[in-house]
């Protein structure tokens, strides 16, 4: 992976994505009996379904039977329906799409009560330090409120907020005393369906004709800031911009903000040398999808498919003609583990501190986890192979600040020659360096920090947990 012009793997995440974070996390079918459920416990809404529709919900089942089939059949007009009473399915189909909304929010929280799963802190670290390309079918906010909670740093010492990985479009609703967006060298997240905090018009033709409000993204763990929703005034008359998933999205797709989106990913994914799904099953009905896929990607670009059942997702791959698929059991932590290893490897290829070794040989280092943990670190060593590793001293500490402390201790760094290959603890755990950055505030001007990622355990099969 590429650090500064951007990784050649792009990530293309779905509705599994977010059920591995967190069980959680509703699935298709999971969201569509809430759902259901909500219409029947309000009287207003009730009113406003069929007796079949009503039947079926008290019976425990999805009218007709797909929550995408009922969407769309309440989203278009129907030939038998009179016109009154299309522009009443229409009002059902607005409310649904704003419970969803609230439904998937309500499931954002509850998951977020849970620690962070050690394979999404590696996963995030890993986008950051590369660069990558991350398109998303995801209205919830997990990606974002994990950025918030990992306080990732980019190679200037600047701080990662969730709405640098949008590289300001959407736009951001104003705030008082903020003019405008900074930007950090991090990854680039594109939400292809829209999200929770965003909103709009279905038909706007501009393309500020969606906003974001990231006043509604909170740190892990964490409640929205009340302080902090006076921007909120803005939207009180746009809905929440999400689009539904209906079979034809056509009428959504006519804002002009998606489209621009779905033009941008389309870009990404036809630069991709490497595409991996994650959580994402490629439903032949997403045809907006299927088409962008089938125009965009190059013949020799590699399909990594993560999955529950990746069989089907393979299976849909190949209707569009790719057949450079590999498949991981997203059930199968040992997989999933591989998967992670590689990436970082790929990352680690990529660190080349000759630029330190340019400034001086010896300097004051630490290394720095993404969740803020730090550990000095007191000598170069060789591993089994006779490659150079650094050694963290046994105690870490939480830094308050993104910058180096040194030990007191400067390290003889020619000794690593260009590459680092690990960073290597008491314990036995390792941790594979992303980033460096020279951070000038060392007793001789030369503290040096080593980005890396979760120091995990190396010495059996790496557990990652997807719940």
Known sequence: MHGESGSPTLFLVGAGFSRAISAEMPLLKDLGLAVA??????????????????????????????VEVWLTSLAASQPFLSEARNLARRALFLELSALIANEIETRRRLACEQPMPTWL???LALWHHCQSQVLTFNYDILIETAVAGLKLVDPE????????VFRSFPPEV????????????????????????????????????VVRADALVPNWGAEVNALRTAPMAIIERLRPMILPPVADKSLMYGNASVSLLWRRAASA???????VLFGYSLPPTDTSTMAMLSESIRPETVMTVVDARPGPVTDSLGLLGLDN??????????????????????ARRRLDVSKVLSDHEHAYVEVRAPTGTAWSIEAVASDIEGRPELLAAHEPRDLTAAQVNPSGVAIDLSDVASIVQSVRFPDGRQAVPLGI????????????????????????????SLR
């Open 174 to 209: 104003p705030e008082m005393g903020r003019l405008g967006e900074e930007t950090r060298a991090t990854f680039s997240l594109t939400k292809l369906h829209g999200s929770t905090n965003w909103f709009g018009h279905d038909a706007g033709a501009d393309v500020y004709s």
């Open 121 to 123: 802190v590696r996963l």
């Open 157 to 164: 010492g600047g701080l990662v907020r969730p709405d640098h």
């Open 437 to 464: 950055r020279v951070s000038r505030q060392g007793p001789d001007d030369s503290a040096v920090t080593i980005d890396i990622s979760e120091p995990v355990e190396m010495r059996g099969p790496l557990s990652v």
């Open 37 to 66: 459920q909500r219409f029947v416990a309000d009287s207003y809404l009730s009113g406003l379904l069929s007796p079949a529709e009503r039947r079926a919900i008290d019976e425990g089942r999805i009218p007709l039977g797909n």
């Open 325 to 346: 698929v590999e498949q991981i059991d997203a059930l199968n932590s040992g997989e999933v583990s591989r998967l992670l290893s590689d990436l970082e490897v790929d």
């Open 269 to 275: 994914v036809a630069q991709a040398e490497r595409i």
